[in-house]
């Protein structure tokens, strides 16, 4: 089925490129209710392919759209295939686990010419709690960003903006979410540093 192109206050927050297909994650899942819907209708199985993804999301099955998914599959007739996806080895994602005093660590990411506008996302387990510092290719840095419900923090570094949000409960998960999304970008080695506030351990 054709989905609708994500609304363009949503690609100007998480600067996807006017180029790119986007699509909501909500109007995906009011997609797939339609296609069930239909299916009990015509009394037939359903089997239902989604061949796009993200690099959104804490990957853990605990958002919406894999919760959905997952009691879909309860339901008789019903079946789900998704693509996996192909950046296994282009180094988009990362782990850490930070299990000893001083409960801080630091990790890099390269940002190339190209890579004008993109965004990344942390999703930290409790019971740490990380306040972030970023440290900006030249060695410009912010202040360390505390978790918190609401506040976006703006920081120019040259030609660039970098918008931070630590939240400390993000709304469907429950977990903490660091969002940091770059606006012309300075290419170059950008290093993030996270300290717990709650001087514990943490995963990332």
Known sequence: MK?????????NVFLIPEDELCFQESDVILG?????????????????????????????GQGVMSQYLANLLL?????????????????RHYFGTIDSPPYSTEFQLNIGNDDKKLAMEIWPNIPGRPAIQIISPDRMMTYKIEPSFNECIKFAFGQGLVWVNNIVFEEETGLQ????????????????????????????
Request: aromatic share 8%; charged share 30%; hydrophobic share 40%.
């Open 75 to 91: 339901l008789s007739g019903v079946d789900v295939s998704i693509a996996a996806g192909d950046e296994g080895n282009r180094g």
């Open 177 to 204: 979410l660091i969002l940091i999304r770059f606006d012309q970008a300075e290419p170059g080695i950008w290093t993030f540093r996270l300290d717990s506030t709650e001087d514990q351990p943490f995963l990332f």
């Open 32 to 60: 797939i209710r339609y296609l069930v819907d239909e299916a009990k209708k015509m009394e037939r199985p359903l089997v239902i392919c989604i061949a796009m993804g993200t690099s959104q999301g804490i990957h853990d």
């Open 3 to 11: 989905l609708k192109e994500a609304k363009r206050n949503l690609r």
